[in-house]
């Protein structure tokens, strides 16, 4: 049996759509759920007057439909409506309501609407055995980026960190004056300070315009720990932007819209560049490449200038010939060559003209002579 063939996509459809984060399971029991909780009431259910979806309903049918995603993106979910209609036991009709549902609350988009084949892709598709008649839907299943702040808040970990559940002891405990507290005497120990180095290329690296949008997460001081040493090295952020870029082509791996530990992504892909290497920087190549391109187009230009002036001081010397002794000698020459050749052509002119007339008058004195003898 031939499988059915399928209609490809490239990169271009997919273009400014995210990917999910955690794969399947987060997307199907977080992401769904609470996207379903905070916005059906104000986002899809004035859209979908008469058409409401169950909470129950929208999640097996977000199930059923995410196993036909691609592991990894969320992407490339092409499951026909029959299809989840028969995984799920609801009716085509819910399944549809679903999809809707899922479009509004802005955790799946629709990246190619199904339709039916033309009559060339219906031949085609016959001769491999393929007896379809339409395309399905392209589907890619993503978060929503507005609650994504909303996913750190709603965590089902313990809490943790400066704000906790305080809890009322049954008696004031007080202490008395101690003496100074230090690493030696059990106390707080001090917070290293800041380092300047890494402060300043993490302050420029969040102002780039090609920066992360996850590195506004942390603070420049936040950073500064984790970029001493690339800045110690002249790093700059484009070297920053490139080995993220580098680590994630050569690994395969795909960063997330918004990673779980921003700080810890970059220190991974700090230790694969390697911390012996941070003298190699990931953009001086690229760097050296642009400068040789600037320096020949400067090159061209320079060249181009110096041809256009070396034209400009020739015109200028033909300008300024125009008027000296050799150019009026040869003009005055040129004249006088001009008159006598027109005196020469009066005279034949003349000489021609009397010999004309000499014939005239030969002819008439001939036919007059013989008039006179008779």
Partial sequence: MVAAIVLELDAAPYAGVPCWTG???????????VAYDCRYDSHVRPVMPGNPISRRALLAIAEARARYADHSTGRNCRPTNERLAADTGYSVRTVQRADTALRLLGVATEVLRGRQRTRAERMASWRVNDRGRGWASVWSLHDN????????????????GPV???????????????GPAGPRQSGAKRHRARDGWGADLARRWRSDPRCPPWAQRHSANAWAALLAAPARHGWTPRDLNTVIADWAGVTGRRIPDSPHKPIGLLGAVLAWHGRDNLAQRPAALEEAREAAEAAAHRARLAAARTAHTEH????????????????????EAAAAAAQRSAAKRAIAAAAEDAARQAAVHAARAGRLIPEATM
Avoid: C, F, I
Wanted: no cysteine.
């Fill in 23 to 33: 794969r399947l399971e987060r997307w199907t029991r977080w992401t769904v759920p």
């Fill in 145 to 160: 980026p507005q609650l994504n702040r909303y996913l750190s808040s709603l965590s089902p970990h313990l809490r943790s």
């Fill in 164 to 178: 906790r559940d305080n809890t009322h002891l049954p008696k004031v405990v007080t202490t008395g004056t101690g």
């Fill in 312 to 331: 400009l001081r020739a015109r200028e010397a033909g300008r300024r010939a125009v008027g000296g002794a050799g150019h009026t000698a040869a003009r």
